[in-house]
Each structure stands twice: as structure tokens, then as C-alpha cells.
């Protein structure tokens, strides 16, 4: 399974873009990238995945270069509401089960 | 669709009880069912992967006597944390996936576990 790192922490404004950035050297042919956010006290909860260029949703857009090696995940005009943790996972269905990293903690300030 | 629901959202014991939390996909049926521990402030560890009408696969230093997971249903997996301590005490998140080509995880809302 492909180990990801991702910034410790960030810290944004209301109503700017924010990008974070995770590095998976080691992303196998078969890997998607996967982005989950988690509240405090509450499950993961899915925002987007992608297996390469560019793919975007209703809530975020995931930016994968061509060597596939790092993702970008953008998230347009945040609110307070976005404050918190930003995981960053690597794999495939038949790995059939997902490794966390540290995760980014995100703060949106006033 | 894919919810995915965990009975009891917080539960405290006192320590040396046994505790179990159950794990349901509501909507869908779940080959396979995952189980998670985060403590405060850390990310999410994978304890165990259960597969239905089979005995669960348990992550390196995850003690399986400790850890009883049974996976009974595609749609019910539980986790019963047997003889509970102090150090048990941590958030358990379950998640389940749709198939087993699927790339995405569907995750419960979690369980608080407080052992007294």
C-alpha cells in the first residue's frame, strides 16, 4: 500500500481557495487517491476520488499530474464549516482496505 | 444510498465488561466491513477487516481474543471489546464496502467507548 504525506496543519480565511497537496511516491498502476474529511467525533465522510488529471465535484476538485506521484485537492471559497481534518488515501478495491495518514487539520478563520 | 449506521453512538462501561457495537450498511449489502480505532487528536487505525461468513483478518498487534468481530450478514458486522480497561477507551468507526471492485468506503458516524 502506497504511504502518503500531507502538511500537518493549515490555516485559511472564509471565502479563499485552499489546496492541499499529498505526496504518494509509491502510487501503484492499479491506486486510485481517495479524499475523506472528518469532523470531530464523527466517521469519515467521502469527497472526491481520482485516478489522474483532473476531477472535479460539487464540492472539491482533485488535481493529479501526469508521473501520478502527488494530488492536489482544491477547495473553492471555504467557509468555517470546512474546518477539519483532510485525509488523504492510496489503494485499489482489491487491496480491500484503506491506511490512514496523519491527515491535514484544516482551520478556516473568521 | 451507502449509509451506514453504528449502535450505540456512546456507550460507558465499567472496566472488566464486555462491550459490543454493532455495524450496519442500510441500504446496501457489504461483502466486506471494517474496523477502525481513533483516539484524541490521531488518525484512524485499521484494527480488523471482516468479511461475511468468514473469520476477520486482524491488523498486526490487534489482539483477536481482545477484538471479537463477527460478520454474521452482508449487512450486519459487530465488534465486542471483551473484558474492557481504561486504555479500550477510544473512538471505534466502522465502514463498509458496496462490493469488491469498489474503491470507495462508506463510514459510520462512530462510537465513543469510556471505560471506567
Known amino acids: 500500500l502506497a504511504k502518503t504525506t500531507q502538511p500537518i496543519s493549515m490555516d485559511s480565511y472564509e471565502g479563499q481557495e485552499v489546496n492541499i497537496t499529498c505526496s504518494h511516491n509509491n502510487i501503484a498502476t492499479n491506486d486510485y487517491i481517495t479524499w475523506y474529511q472528518q469532523f470531530p467525533s464523527q466517521g469519515p465522510r467521502f469527497i472526491i476520488q481520482g485516478y489522474k488529471t483532473k476531477v472535479t465535484n460539487e464540492v472539491a476538485s482533485l488535481f493529479i499530474p501526469a508521473d501520478r506521484k502527488s494530488s492536489t485537492l482544491s477547495l473553492p471559497r471555504v467557509s468555517l464549516s470546512d474546518t477539519a481534518v483532510y485525509y488523504c488515501?492510496?489503494?485499489?478495491?482489491?487491496?480491500?482496505?484503506?491506511?490512514f495518514g496523519a491527515g491535514t487539520r484544516l482551520a478556516v478563520h473568521p | 444510498g451507502a449509509v451506514v449506521s453504528q449502535h450505540p453512538s456512546r456507550v460507558i462501561c465499567k472496566s472488566g465488561t464486555s462491550v459490543k457495537i454493532e455495524c450496519r450498511s442500510l441500504d446496501f449489502q457489504a461483502t466486506t466491513m471494517f474496523w477502525y480505532r481513533q483516539f484524541p487528536k490521531q488518525s484512524l487505525m485499521l484494527m480488523a477487516t471482516?468479511?461475511?461468513?468468514?473469520?476477520?483478518?486482524?491488523e498486526q498487534g490487534v489482539e483477536k481474543d481482545k477484538f471479537l468481530i463477527n460478520h454474521a450478514s452482508l449487512t450486519l458486522s459487530t465488534l465486542t471489546v471483551t473484558s474492557a480497561h481504561p486504555e479500550d477507551s477510544s473512538f471505534y468507526i466502522c465502514?463498509?464496502?458496496?462490493?469488491?471492485?469498489?474503491?470507495?468506503?462508506?463510514f459510520g458516524p462512530g462510537t465513543r467507548l469510556t471505560v471506567l
Open positions: 465502514s463498509a464496502k458496496r462490493d469488491m471492485d469498489a474503491n470507495e468506503q462508506f
Open positions: 471482516s468479511n461475511e461468513g468468514s473469520k476477520a483478518t486482524y
Open positions: 488515501l492510496v489503494g485499489s478495491g482489491g487491496y480491500n482496505k484503506l491506511i
